[in-house]
Structure formats: C-alpha cells, structure tokens
C-alpha cells in the first residue's frame, strides 16, 4: 500500500513563508510526477504545482506562480513546496497527490493522480 504523508502546514501572517513535504512510505513505486493541490470548504480542489519526477519539470498555477516553488528529493522520496509571499487566499488544506504515468491528463487536472495524502492546513491571516 502506498501512504503521502504531508507536513509543514501552520497559521502564519500574511507576508510569511512556509514549506510544506510530503513523503512517501509504503509500497515502493514508480512516480512519474507529483502534484499539489488546496482545497477550501465548499470549493473544488484546486492545482497549485507539478514536478515530473525523472526530469524535474515544474507547472504553477497563475496565482502562485513566482511565490512557490516545487522540488522534489529523490533520495528521500520526498516533493516540497515553498511558498513565499503568503496572502489570505492561499489558506486552504494542502493535498499531495503522486502521478504513476503520462495517463493523457493535463497536470491541473485531479484525475491524473492515483494517490492522495490527507491534506495539512494552512492558514494565512491578514
């Protein structure tokens, strides 16, 4: 069985910075990309960043472009996420999500991932 376990999601004021991981345990398998993505009540869930695991090539949202940045750590099978410049849109719980193969589905799109972490919250005051 595979398991994303995320971390780093806190309350910070706007402005701030965090870094948000996810690790992998579990059954070990081939990860084509991993993904982020938040969600808030009553919303569907949103894409935030990408990364192709062998080649290192990073997709962003508009809104978070420039502010965060996707990278992955292969030798402890880890993505993170910096955002920097925190705003109060950005709170939301944060998903990770691992893509096991080129499926045909654009990165933004949900269905393009077979496994979810939990979420971890983050929390942006003004």
């Known amino acids: 069985q595979v398991q994303l376990v995320e971390s780093g999601g806190r309350l910070v004021q706007a402005g701030a910075s965090l870094r948000l991981s996810c690790s992998t345990s579990?059954?070990?398998?081939?990860?084509?990309?991993m993904g982020w993505f938040r969600q808030t009540p009553g919303k569907e869930r949103e894409f935030v960043a990408a990364i192709t695991w062998s080649t290192g090539i990073t997709y962003y949202q508009d809104s978070v472009r420039g502010r965060f940045t996707i990278s992955r750590d292969s030798s402890e099978d880890t993505v993170h996420l910096q955002m920097d410049s925190l705003k109060p849109e950005d709170t939301a719980a944060y998903y990770c999500a691992a893509r096991l193969s080129p499926n045909g589905y654009w990165y933004h799109n949900p269905i393009a991932y077979e496994y979810w972490g939990q979420g971890t919250q983050v929390t942006v005051s003004s």
């Open positions: 579990g059954r070990p398998f081939e990860k084509y990309a």
